[in-house]
């Protein structure tokens, strides 16, 4: 393999592998193993406030019967993620929700690294396009290099340029002629698709000044594969054991913690 094909791996949602998802402490071990992108998904609090959550509704997640657009901060910091394989009911160790705000002075500490931060489709439907994207935008202001918004949702991405991001990412719904152009429409610095979705033949591929990133991919083999397929960045939920591959090792970003 060239190095030119080494990709590098994006921590999806921290290394949900070993750590509860989107947790400070997943996000943190998937720096320290030298993760040079990681991902993260936002949700806004009943405040307004955004919060590192895939989901809206937190059974899966907290165990809890709520939907963390209608509760209150205080409720929300009460709340904790068990590690994964754990028994909701009792579990052994938890990790709490954690603001954006937290996660920025994170990324902060850490220059050589940069998050995609997912904007969620129930806090878009809630909130609204405009104050949700402002909300999150405000946040991340003094971070704004380091921080790439992504979505589904190609009117919040759309928006978000508009309003001053520097780069952006669109997360890739379907696969067809009209997606194709709206991708065209959006020219976004990252193109984000399925690994089942994603064409492997280069040629078939939707062509534009994007890099691809394909998720979620956890074997090295597969991410070898996708790598000299001209896939230049891969999401995982396995970042460490990824990363100690030796030939992925070499484009990680090794710093003290």
């Not at 394989?85 to 990790?95: H, I």
Request: hydrophobic share 40%.
């Amino acid at each position: 393999m060239v190095e030119q094909n080494i990709p590098y791996l994006i921590a999806h949602r921290g290394y949900p592998a070993r750590y509860p998802e989107n947790s400070l402490a997943g996000l943190k071990a998937a720096m320290l193993a030298g993760a040079c992108f990681v991902e993260i998904d936002i949700q806004l609090s009943a405040r307004r406030t955004p919060y590192l959550c895939h989901d809206d509704h937190l059974r899966r997640l907290t165990g809890s019967d709520h939907w963390l657009t209608q509760l209150d901060d205080e409720v929300i910091n009460t709340l904790s993620v068990p590690y994964p394989g754990f028994n909701l009911t009792s579990p052994p160790e938890t990790e709490p929700l954690s603001d954006l705000n937290t996660f920025c002075q994170l990324l902060q500490e850490r220059p050589n690294v940069s998050a995609f931060i997912e904007i969620k489709s129930e806090s878009l439907a809630k909130f609204g396009l405009t104050a949700t994207i402002d909300i999150i935008l405000e946040v991340i202001y003094p971070y704004t290099k380091q921080c790439v918004l992504i979505s589904f949702d190609s009117q919040a991405v759309a928006f978000a340029r508009k309003q001053g991001a520097e780069r952006i990412g669109w997360v890739i719904p379907k696969w067809d002629h009209g997606h194709a152009t709206i991708a065209k429409q959006l020219t976004p610095e990252f193109l984000f698709c399925n690994a089942k979705r994603l064409p492997h033949r280069i040629e078939k591929r939707w062509q534009g000044p994007w890099q691809w990133v394909v998720y979620t991919v956890n074997h090295s083999r597969s991410v070898l594969k996708y790598a000299d397929e001209g896939i230049p960045l891969i999401e995982t939920d396995t970042i460490g054991t990824l990363l100690q591959h030796p030939i992925l090792k070499r484009n990680a970003c090794h710093q003290s913690l």
